[in-house]
């Protein structure tokens, strides 16, 4: 399939794409793609190096005529997002993407893309390596670990670069220019249980399931009111209470924290005089949620099935209060921005419900654009989770990205862009977590932007990314190249 893919234009590019996608590199996993990166500088005579968590730096001296102008850092993450449908086989370890050309559209074969952040990284190097491309000096800034935690761009130190301005390509709408960020915050509430045995006699077990919901970024797509499946699962179980004295045994929903849970499973023991009264409630609650989410999740579906009685269930005194904290716990927007039309300032996303075994784990990605909002919203997330005996950990806290109205990177991305399309573009923070943020730490000085191609269902097995819309952007960044301001 990947000769399909390379035949594309800016051949340069989706070369570089196929290459990099030939390469398993899930988050925290990047060894093996940063390897090649190095491997791929060596044998172009590119200055290549490797900080200590393992970011790789690549450096290129300006083009004729170009050397009067200030140096740029391009600068996306290796890793991506590894999320996958429930019936596709594949192993992201070990396997490289499978992708294929539909219409306008690169898509994969039942997974994740990875053209988030694969085509930044792509952008910078057939750059990197190209004869013909008049460019300042570059300084190439390729992040670890932006997915799961960004600690890529939190452990860069300052003095590996000597840049003035950055150019982040990690945007995934073409007529965006990207000035600002959410920053964020992993909470992850755990706790035990001792398991009750079940009864064995007239009982029987029965696996209900969540499916079929889009997914989605869970920055991004937040504001789109799409299906959380670990709180719909927790509806399902509640409603189903009021009818029929259940115990569950099991339940196991979502996945990475920055992914919108598609799917979600709850395993649940009944008496099997109470099935007729357990189907009618579950008809109910799916017809219910089959309305609710009829525009934006039109595949959604709960399906149910019975299987043998479990040893083990949760008491019952657990699970009410478990059921309860979750159903407590706010998902989706929290706040939208006061100051910027449009743009969500803070936000959960409820990513991963596991409780099996007499072990309970619950995983929140909290975001804001104001730190003490997001501080405070965490706060109110724990406190329903410490009253169901629960203790949340807090972890990989970023900050956001300030935007700079007067930044000159940013007049001369938005002139340029009404040059050349006739159009304003959007000049906009965004609520997704990109690095720029953090960056900005080390290197207070740097001026910032960010933009990129259209991409559509990041963090999903949906996600695609335009074939026209990456020329445009292509075509774009080569113009800006030449429009950087002279020190």
Not at 29 to 49: D, K
Not at 103 to 112: P, Q
Not at 174 to 183: N, P, R, V, Y
Not at 317 to 344: E, K
Request: charged share 25%; aromatic share 6%.
């Amino acid at each position: 399939m990947s000769s399909e893919i390379r035949n594309l234009k800016p051949s340069a590019l989706w070369n570089r794409f196929a290459d990099l996608n030939e390469i398993p590199r899930p988050s925290k996993h990047e060894e093996a793609v940063c390897a090649w990166l190095i491997s791929w500088a060596n044998e172009r005579n590119i200055e290549v190096w490797q900080d200590d968590v393992k970011n790789v730096f690549m450096k290129k001296p300006a083009t004729s005529g170009m050397e009067d102008r200030q140096t740029v850092v391009l600068q996306s993450h290796v890793d991506m997002v590894c999320q996958k449908n429930n019936d596709t086989e594949f192993d992201f370890m070990t396997q490289g993407i499978k992708m294929y050309v539909d219409g306008d559209w690169v898509r994969a074969e039942g997974t994740t893309l990875g053209s988030d952040n694969g085509i930044g990284v792509a952008t910078i190097l057939a750059t990197l390596e190209s004869s013909d491309i008049p460019h300042p000096a570059l300084e190439a800034l390729f992040t670890i670990d932006e997915e799961t935690g960004m600690t890529g761009a939190l452990g860069l130190k300052a003095g590996h670069l000597e840049a003035t301005i950055l150019l982040n390509l990690d945007t995934e709408d073409d007529d965006e220019i990207s000035i600002g960020c959410a920053g964020g915050v992993d909470l992850t509430s755990i706790g035990t249980y001792e398991p009750e045995n079940t009864i064995k006699e007239n009982t029987i077990g029965l696996q209900i399931t969540v499916k079929g919901g889009n997914g989605g970024h869970s920055g991004m797509d937040i504001h789109k009111g799409i299906a959380n499946a670990n709180k719909l699962m927790n509806r399902i179980l509640l409603e189903a209470q009021e009818s029929v004295d259940l115990r569950v045994s099991e339940i196991h929903g979502g996945g990475l924290r920055n992914a919108i849970p598609r799917e979600a499973n709850a395993l649940v023991v009944l008496d099997k005089k109470d099935m007729d009264s357990m189907v009618a409630a579950l008809e109910s609650t799916a017809s219910d949620l089959k309305a609710e989410y009829a525009t934006t999740d039109p595949n959604l579906v709960v399906v149910w099935a019975e299987e043998e009685t479990p040893e083990k269930a949760l008491p019952e005194d657990v699970q009410n209060a478990l059921l309860l904290a979750i159903a407590a716990c706010p998902v989706g927007i929290h706040r939208m921005s006061p100051d910027m039309p449009g743009l969500v300032q803070t936000s959960n996303n409820l990513a991963r419900v596991e409780v099996c075994c007499g072990d309970v784990n619950i995983q929140c990605l909290n975001r804001s654009s104001v730190d003490s909002e997001k501080w405070d919203h965490a706060r109110s997330i724990e406190a329903g989770f410490t009253l169901a005996g629960l203790t949340t950990e807090r972890g990989g806290a970023y900050p956001g990205w300030t935007p700079n109205p007067s930044s000159k990177a940013v007049e001369m991305l938005r002139s340029l862009y009404v040059e050349m399309f006739k159009e304003e573009p959007k000049v906009m923070a965004c609520h997704a977590g990109l690095e720029c943020g953090i960056l900005g730490t080390n290197y207070p000085e740097m001026d910032m932007a960010s933009f990129g191609p259209n991409i559509r269902g990041a963090h999903s097995p949906d996600e695609c990314c335009q074939i026209s819309s990456v020329q445009k952007f292509w075509n774009f960044y080569l113009e800006a190249l030449i429009r950087i301001p002279k020190r």
